[in-house]
């Protein structure tokens, strides 16, 4: 692209609230219910301290007058706009995200537009200093999934239903803009639109094509580019759409002032005849060929399009600033933090190559909810985006930091970034690559020992070797060592390795584990649990470097019948309990922030001497198996504590964390979940008191773990049902 440099203002960081208010059937899923932003003020003093310039935010139709305009309830909004107005953020208006209206219309409603844009105008007269609006959030994008997939009202599967659901809301794009600006005649259309782009195989090629060329037909419409002389004017004439509806935006052309870009790693998709090489929910075809639907990232050898190449496209199409107004990922942190800093310098790039590029928008600042059904049901499957809800108050995530440093202008340096995303690593693919035939930014993934690492402490270890194994899944560098490499007991040994190393962070597996043996070793049990997490607290504070290390449940003396939390005074019982207690104290005094995790009754899918593990082998054999009764304990999932622990250290969280399952179960009653749930025989199974087992360290009879810190680990039944899966595929 031989352009010359524009002269343009600094690139801008937005962001934007997760609103959709989407009907399925007669059910509508509000987002802002879900995620309590509808109740909490005080979330916008969040998000004006993150140092963004503008916000896209919901003044939606279906919230404020679902019964007529007469009724409308303009409360919410009146508090809200103001504060925004206060904090010195502009508001980017939104009035239908993903919606279909109030209960009395519909997409393909004729009077749909007319109406829109009367509640448009009520918008603007009330409050005429707002300069920014989207009237209708990717037209295109929800005239396919409830006009041509029938997920959402009115819940369509034809072309005419979809090209009719298209047409309405593009006219009420344009109407909208029409009332708003007999207010303000400077408003400001900010038209968003997902953006993705179609691969195919030869036999395919027709077929991509139309889904290429369909992609901008919202904001062909809005530009007035449709006419008889356009790729896809036939398509709409083919399933009886009068020339005349056309013709009305030729007549009425509303081009945005900004083209708003939403890309995702779904976005771009393949299709491919050759059905066997994928799973039957990815089959379907156009009547004329029978073909799968597939993640391209899953497929394509080249990788994904990306964001340079979709906003290269758009400016080179329109010729209009264009903004990426949707950068959001359901993954674990570090992907979020690659994703974000991808799209950012993307745009920096294509601005020193001439483009018009505006902002870019961190979108879901407050997560999003069910999205991985696209919001057809309810199963409060939660992604976390700028802010953590699963704290009593939103917590700021990693991603705040960088939004941040982004929005003043800075860089944002981790050396978890310095490895390409899970898109642009070989484990991407889970099926055959298929050549795409188009030139990838997909750089090599970089060397994991030209890097900063992180340090893993006990290699031979069930948690050690989990974290190893879960940071190659995460694209995370690491060095996994063993006690011959660091002994943490020893001062210099420390000293060493850290120099040696030069790691970021260091995570403390190591451990004297053996609760009962320790009654007869109390110095090595104290000498390893305690000394050894104190010299590396101190080694790593010198250093600069983070600490997370892990203390157990086994700290409290059971007198409570209610899950302890991170402020409970600590009373263990045993030697065990006693040098976690003790290791705690001294690390947090040592290395202030730290991270220190309690946790209990670990169990997972990779070793073979967990309970669950022993207990379905005992079972398998035709064993009985016996368990205690009457203690009281919250299981944990190794893999949901492993992914949770590196997420709050990459966020830079500090102090003391409860990291459990949710749930009080006793040993024995979760054996005969456990097998339940794995169809064996439960009768097997033998409960006994605990005092009858022949353990030697004294035990709590109730040591579960809650917090007030945040919930951040799935439910017990989820994850029981998980490690049977993946117990299977080990």
Same mark, same amino acid.
């Given at each position: ?51 963004? #310039? ?51 219309? *519909? ?31 990717? %037209?295109?994008?929800?005239?396919? /999934? $409830? ?26 794009? =344009? ?42 037909? $919202? ?23 009068? +020339? ?78 264009? =903004? ?22 993307? +745009? ?9 590029? #505006? ?21 409060? /499957? ?18 705040? &930091?960088?939004?941040?440093?982004? @929005? ?11 490895? %390409?995303?899970?898109?642009?690593? %070989? ?12 030139? $990838?930014?997909?750089?090599?993934? +970089? ?45 210099? @040994?420390?000293?060493? *390795? ?11 597996? +190591? ?59 600590? @009373? ?61 304990? $919250? ?8 992914? &949770? ?86």
């Amino acid at each position: 692209m031989n352009l010359e440099p524009l002269s343009l203002p600094p690139l801008e960081m937005w962001a934007g609230v997760e609103c959709t208010v989407n009907r399925v059937g007669d059910e509508y899923f509000d987002q802002l219910e879900r995620n309590g932003h509808a109740t909490r003020l005080n979330d916008l003093d969040r998000f004006a301290a993150l140092g963004i #310039r503008a916000i896209r935010y919901p003044v939606l139709w279906e919230r404020v007058a679902p019964n007529g305009l007469e009724k409308a309830d303009w409360t919410w909004t009146d508090e809200r706009l103001e504060r925004l107005r206060e904090l010195g953020i502009c508001p980017i208006v939104g009035l239908v995200h993903h919606g279909s209206g109030p209960r009395d219309t *519909s997409l393909i409603d004729p009077a749909f537009p007319e109406r829109l844009a009367e509640f448009a105008h009520a918008v603007s007269d009330r409050y005429p200093w707002v300069t920014h609006y989207t009237p209708v959030n990717e %037209p295109l994008t929800t005239a396919r /999934f $409830s006009g041509l997939y029938g997920h959402w009202y009115p819940h369509g599967r034809d072309d005419r239903t979809f090209l009719r659901a298209l047409l309405v809301q593009c006219r009420s794009v =344009a109407l909208s803009m029409q009332a708003v600006r007999q207010v303000n005649p400077d408003a400001q259309l900010v038209q968003t639109e997902d953006m993705g782009k179609t691969f195919s195989t030869p036999l395919l090629a027709y077929q991509a094509e139309l889904e290429n060329q369909r992609r901008w037909l $919202s904001l062909d419409l809005l530009c007035g580019r449709i006419n008889p002389d356009h790729p896809l004017w036939h398509y709409f004439c083919q399933v009886d759409i009068e +020339a005349a509806e056309l013709e009305w935006f030729l007549e009425h052309p509303c081009p945005p002032d900004i083209v708003g870009i939403n890309y995702y790693l779904t976005s771009d998709r393949l299709l491919d005849e050759q059905l066997e090489k994928y799973p039957t929910h990815f089959h379907g075809g156009n009547g004329q060929h029978e073909y799968a639907d597939v993640e391209a990232v899953r497929v394509c050898g080249e990788g994904v399009a990306g964001h340079y190449r979709l906003l290269r496209e758009t400016w080179e199409r329109y010729q209009l600033p264009v =903004a990426v107004t949707e950068v959001h990922l359901c993954c674990t942190r570090e992907e979020q933090l690659r994703w974000l800093k991808q799209a950012w310098e993307a +745009a920096q790039q294509l601005r020193g190559e001439g483009a018009d590029i #505006r902002a870019i928008t961190a979108w879901s600042l407050l997560g999003a909810y069910d999205w991985n059904s696209l919001v057809t049901r309810a199963n409060n /499957f939660y992604e976390p985006g700028v802010f953590d809800l699963r704290s009593p108050t939103p917590r700021a995530t990693a991603l705040a &930091t960088m939004v941040s440093h982004f @929005s003043q202008g800075k860089t944002y340096e981790h050396p978890i970034l310095e490895t %390409p995303g899970w898109w642009q690593r %070989p484990e991407r693919l889970f099926y055959p690559a298929v050549n795409c035939n188009f030139s $990838s930014s997909t750089t090599s993934p +970089a060397r994991h020992d030209s890097l900063s690492p992180l340090v893993i402490t006990g290699a031979t270890g069930t948690l050690g070797q989990a974290f190893a194994r879960i940071c190659d899944i995460r694209g995370i560098p690491y060095r996994l060592l063993t006690r011959q490499e660091m002994n943490i007991t020893d001062i210099q @040994s420390v000293e060493r *390795s850290l120099d040696e190393l030069r790691p970021w962070a260091v995570i403390n597996t +190591a451990g004297y584990v053996r609760v009962d043996d320790a009654e007869r070793e109390p110095h090595l049990c104290q000498k390893i649990n305690a000394d050894g997490a104190a010299i590396l607290a101190q080694a790593c504070v010198e250093r600069s470097v983070g600490l997370v290390t892990f203390s157990s449940d086994l700290v409290f003396d059971g007198t409570h019948t209610k899950p302890y939390l991170e402020s409970h005074q600590v @009373s263990p019982l045993n030697v065990y309990g006693h040098s976690k207690a003790v290791a705690e104290k001294w690390v947090l005094q040592t290395h202030p922030c730290s991270l220190v995790i309690r946790t209990s009754a670990f169990f997972g899918p990779w070793d073979r001497h967990n309970f669950l593990t022993i207990l379905l082998q005992t079972l398998a054999d035709g064993n009985p198996f016996v368990a205690a009764n009457d203690a009281i304990v $919250s299981p944990t999932y190794v893999p949901d504590l492993v992914n &949770t622990t590196l997420d709050l250290l990459i966020d830079g969280e500090c102090g003391l964390w409860h990291l459990a399952n949710p749930g009080a179960i006793a040993w024995a009653e979760l054996a005969q979940l456990t097998a339940k749930l794995a169809g064996m025989d439960v009768s097997r199974i033998e409960a006994r008191p605990s005092h009858s087992l022949g353990w030697v360290a004294p035990r709590p009879v109730y040591s579960a773990l809650g917090s007030e810190r945040g919930t951040l680990l799935p439910e017990l039944d989820q994850a029981i049902a998980r490690y049977l899966r993946e117990r299977q595929s080990v």
